[in-house]
């Protein structure tokens, strides 16, 4: 329902929010509100007796989020996780969920963190200093991540299919995704940083490096002691897509937060709030301006390739604070505590938000050039500064020269015109009219983002906004509340609110992504995909066992290794003997050719699970500490048999 209708109804929508708070008639409020745009039941109708409204809107001809039975989706969008360390693979507009892909976290289901191969993936390149950690307290792997930025891989400006890239705030970590196959392959602990936050991919020429922000001020090792945090400094680090490997890391002051890359191939961003090098909120947002930092890549790789660098824990590092006037680093003063970091899809404009600042900062990227020749001043960069309501957090784009920055404080999307803002800020005495529309998302919105928004391709269709609270909005879930993704038609002059889910904890970001730049593959590749189970490939070579037809137990003194094929109902080894305490390792091979027909392996009374998809090999490894008969079945539907889909493993215990 619109605010004039609303305001007909002798109701504005946020006094009407107050008063259903303060009466106890939430559920009320939320039936009313929940109208706000999608109408589409009769239910809802029902509920909130104003189905004309509804009429009306789709009469308007906006968009749809509804997707038929049978239909498709138009847009993969690829959802962070948060805190519970995964990426959601979901499709828009219906804003359903497709899949979940274990990153940083362990997951029942599919075995993620207990099978050898995800092992290996989640340990193989852990710094020194987390293999000792993991050994200490006796873990496999790290069990948890905060995954907040997922982003695509690029070429020449736009996605090009082949991976997805995030961070692990809480462990310092940046993982890739294969697109193939929809599955982690490469996990990268980075050393002297502390809390990777901002992550994005390299857009020109290609992907490139990855750029992650260590969000947190540490004493790095040869710069800082920990007696005094003013010696205390954040790092940047470019990790090479291809590789996975660290390539560089750069010093500097203060602390980064988010960031983007330019679509020149020339620089790189970073906000800063916390230039003040605080350890406390109040102290962290003292200073009345912070700064965003711009990285000069072509400066940096020079004096890498030159030798021109220190070797921190392995790493090549340059120094690129302030004070050390690099050829590296420029620091432009933007207000208060920017937040997010976003490049304009025609690649000419950076945008910073300003979090306690109201406004947003808007660099010029082609002025840049001159900044690090010396010939302007960094201020010189900005070209406008649109004030647009409290707590702007990010912006997302619609390729038609709209921004659409999420207000955090005032819990509403606000779309603005860039050329527009540019003009007042040129003409101060002039009254220049720069914002479109503010529309109300519910609630405190963080990221939003647009179809295609990052790249050069903007579409302008959809626009998300994932918002921190969801209060009245959903059925009571107890004291805690599943966040609130909205989804807004930003096809036409007005933006209009289509739908709304909830979402566990804790969608921080999203990319919406043309279904046609993914093309995942309908099984596994056994010679393309064969680095997932290359360990149970090599094993069973010196064993003398062909994955794909094995039914074979191999003992070597405790050690006893069990392969077997699965083709639906059966395994190829129905049961198997060992001593108690052996070391057994299981390697299951589903030699199925068709789609659709996952088996599992679960061992009852072992905690143990994993999926085997379509030709693909599992393998897990466990100490058969406890004697007795113990099944094992799988867990994946396959089969009318599904349910006679079993075995047994017998430990026979020591005397
Ligand atoms: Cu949540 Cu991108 Cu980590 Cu902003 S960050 S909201
Ligand atoms: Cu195989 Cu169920």
């Not at 009429?55 to 001809?61: D, P």
């Not at 200490?136 to 996605?159: A, I, M, V």
């Not at 002691?225 to 560089?248: H, Q």
């Not at 201020?379 to 207000?407: C, I």
């Amino acid at each position: 329902m619109s605010d004039e209708k609303l305001e007909q109804a002798g109701l504005s929508r946020r006094s009407f929010l107050g008063t259903a708070a303060a009466s106890g008639a939430g559920i009320a409020g939320a039936g009313l509100l929940g109208l706000a745009g999608c109408s589409k039941t009769e239910g809802d109708k029902a509920a909130s007796g104003a189905a004309p409204a509804a009429k009306s809107e789709s009469a308007s001809g906006a968009m749809t989020s509804h997707i038929g039975p049978g239909e498709l989706d138009q847009y993969y969008g690829f959802l962070s996780g948060g805190q519970s360390g995964e990426i959601r693979l979901v499709g828009v507009p219906s804003m359903r969920e497709l899949m979940r892909i274990p990153v940083f976290n362990m997951d029942g289901a599919t075995g993620w963190g207990r099978t050898n191969e995800s092992l290996r993936i989640l340990n193989e390149n852990n710094t020194p200093e987390t293999n000792k950690f993991l050994k200490d307290q006796g873990l496999r792997c790290l069990p948890n991540g905060d995954l907040h930025h997922p982003h695509l891989s690029f070429t020449d400006g736009t996605y090009d299919g082949r991976y997805a890239y995030a961070n692990d705030k809480a462990n310092n970590r940046v993982c890739r995704i294969d697109l193939n196959v929809m599955k982690t392959d490469k996990i990268v602990d980075i050393p002297n940083v502390s809390g990777v936050h901002g992550l994005r991919p390299q857009r020109y020429p290609k992907t490139g490096y990855i750029f992650a922000n260590g969000e947190h001020i540490i004493p790095v090792e040869g710069y800082g002691t920990w007696e005094d945090p003013k010696t205390w400094n954040a790092v940047y680090t470019a990790i090479d897509g291809e590789t996975m490997d660290i390539a560089w890391q750069v010093l500097v002051d203060g602390n980064l937060d988010n960031g983007d890359a330019d679509y020149q191939g020339k620089y790189s961003f970073s906000t800063c709030y916390n230039s003040e090098r605080a350890l406390t909120v109040q102290g962290a947002s003292a200073n009345e301006q912070d700064w965003v930092v711009v990285f000069n890549l072509a400066a940096i790789e020079e004096a890498i390739k030159n030798g021109q660098y220190k070797e921190v824990k392995g790493v090549k590092m340059v120094d690129g604070r302030a004070e050390a006037n690099s050829p590296f680093t420029r620091y432009i003063p933007v207000p208060n505590s920017p937040h997010g970091c976003n490049a304009s899809p025609d690649g000419k404009y950076i945008m910073l938000n300003g979090k306690l600042s109201p406004t947003v900062t808007v660099l010029d990227v082609s002025k840049l050039d001159d900044l690090f020749a010396g010939k302007i001043q960094p201020r010189d960069v900005v070209v406008a500064e649109p004030e647009l309501g409290l707590g702007p957090l990010h912006t997302a784009f619609d390729g038609r020269g709209n921004a659409y920055t999420t207000l955090f404080i005032d819990s509403q999307m606000c779309k603005w015109n860039i050329e527009k803002a540019i003009e007042a800020y040129q003409n101060k005495d002039k009254k220049v009219e720069y914002i479109v529309q503010k529309l109300d998302v519910h609630y405190q919105p963080g990221h939003n983002h647009s179809t295609m928004g990052e790249t050069k391709e903007a579409d302008g269709k959809w626009l998300v906004s994932l918002n921190k609270f969801s209060k009245d909005r959903f059925l009571n879930a107890g004291p805690l509340k599943p966040e609130c993704d909205q989804l807004i038609d930003i096809s036409g002059d007005e933006m209009k609110l289509v739908h709304d889910n909830p979402t566990f904890a804790e969608p921080h970001d999203m990319c919406l992504v043309a279904a046609s730049k993914v093309n995942p593959s309908k099984t596994w590749d056994r010679q393309r995909d064969a680095w997932f189970w290359k360990d149970a490939e090599e094993q069973a070579q010196k064993d003398g066992v062909d994955l794909m037809k094995a039914a074979k137990v191999v003992r070597e003194g405790n050690k006893v290794r069990v392969y077997m094929t699965a083709v639906a109902p059966s395994f190829s080894v129905p049961n198997f003997e060992v001593n108690q305490d052996d070391e057994v390792t299981v390697y299951v091979t589903n030699v199925e050719t068709i789609e659709d027909l996952t088996h599992g392996f679960t061992l009852e009374g072992y905690g143990l699970a994993m999926e085997i998809g379509p030709q693909q090999t599992s393998s897990i490894t466990f100490k058969a500490t406890q004697p007795g008969v113990h099944w094992f079945y799988c867990q994946w539907f396959c089969h009318a048999l599904h349910m006679e889909m079993s075995g047994q493993m017998i430990v026979k215990p020591k005397r």
